[in-house]
């Protein structure tokens, strides 16, 4: 818990590191006190942080090199990766008269790796976390797309609510929806109970909502390019657009085919208390990965709607960041990353399943239906 507090004041003091270049003298000395204020806060926790790396360090030390040694070799490690290194590319920023906020975009890339290691080393990932970094990337996308002088293509376009909806879609609801079988993640929850059947309409309702929102995004990126005259399907375009165009379709279908495929598995539970679809959860777990791929290449993509072409640098390496993560904790290995057993009132083989994934087969039994 300790750990995971750290890892979010880091990513705080990384966040306050944005800012646009201050046009005055007195709000440039503003800002260089709150980017110093926001560095110490990185740094201090990127320090405390480095524990599991040190634990493991120390543990698979041989004989021959002294325990001290170690440690102090650690340490020097730190001191010259979270104080030296930063310090120095704030001074070539300084002299280049470069704004600071693509380094401050590159620490969230590199808090995303450090994120995922100290989750296989501890073996415990949170559902706060995990559902934190996806609601917090929609909301963010939201004000992203709104704000012209973010690169955004503002409220009056309608491709602008292609890229909203479909973050909402894959990070804002798939990936709660799929958390709401963990024991941690009883905030996720819309029915009381702790019983699958409980478990199952949240879920249901997470998906459904994404659904809706999925299905929004791919209206307005078609009423887009109708308007705008441009192909549907990526032709004549960049080779990076007609590769999300490429990805974009089968994955969308793979939505849609998922969602039908878990309605009916979730009827015919109910009616006949048989369990169907055995790859349902595992397919889900794949489609939400896709899912962040295929968003992630679209940030990058460039806007013919914004008077910028796109967003700028930092914002595509920070959304960028929290997509790589949210895609770690989602492919990784349950086993590496302590992914716990869901919670039911029933013992059933199905509580072994995937927590994140659920695709039980086992009916449960009666009492929870």
Request: glycine share 8%; proline share 5%.
């Amino acid at each position: 818990t300790d750990l995971k507090a750290l890892e979010f004041l880091e990513l705080l003091g990384v966040l306050a590191m944005f800012s646009k270049t201050p046009a005055t003298h007195d709000a440039r000395d503003i800002f260089n006190i709150t980017f110093v204020l926001a560095a110490l806060v990185f740094y201090v926790s990127s320090c405390l942080t480095s524990a599991p790396y040190n634990d493991v360090l120390l543990s698979r030390a041989s004989k021959a090199v002294k325990y001290e040694d170690v440690l102090l070799a650690s340490q020097y490690g730190i001191f010259l990766a979270f104080l030296v290194a930063p310090i120095a590319a704030r001074g070539i920023l300084q002299l280049g008269g470069i704004a600071p906020s693509p380094i401050a975009g590159l620490l969230v890339i590199g808090w995303a790796g450090q994120a995922l290691v100290n989750t296989m080393l501890c073996e415990k990932l949170e559902s706060t976390l995990v559902a934190g970094l996806g609601l917090g990337l929609a909301a963010f996308i939201v004000w992203a797309s709104f704000d012209h002088a973010a690169g955004g293509t503002g409220w009056t376009s309608v491709f602008t609510y292609h890229p909203i909806f479909m973050t909402w879609a894959f990070f804002g609801a798939m990936t709660p929806g799929q958390l709401v079988y963990r024991p941690d993640a009883d905030f996720l929850r819309f029915f009381a109970g702790t019983t699958k059947a409980a478990f199952r309409r949240s879920h249901a309702l997470w998906m459904a909502i994404a659904s809706l929102f999925a299905f929004v995004a791919y209206v307005c990126i078609f009423a887009a390019h109708f308007q705008s005259g441009e192909s549907q399907i990526g032709v004549g375009e960049s080779w990076s657009r007609t590769l999300h165009v490429a990805l974009g379709y089968p994955v969308l279908a793979w939505f849609v085919v998922q969602a039908i495929v878990g309605a009916v598995k979730a009827n015919t539970l109910n009616t006949t208390g048989q369990a169907s679809f055995p790859w349902h959860g595992t397919s889900g777990k794949y489609l939400l990965a896709a899912g962040y791929v295929v968003s992630a290449l679209g940030f990058w993509l460039r806007m013919n709607y914004s008077n910028q072409g796109g967003w700028s640098l930092p914002i595509k390496l920070l959304m960028t960041g929290v997509a790589l993560a949210l895609f770690g904790f989602r492919v990784l290995p349950d086993e590496l990353i302590g992914v716990e057993r869901p919670l039911a009132s029933s013992p059933t083989p199905s509580l072994a399943m995937d927590a994140m994934h659920p695709s039980s087969d086992v009916p449960p039994a009666k009492d929870v239906l």
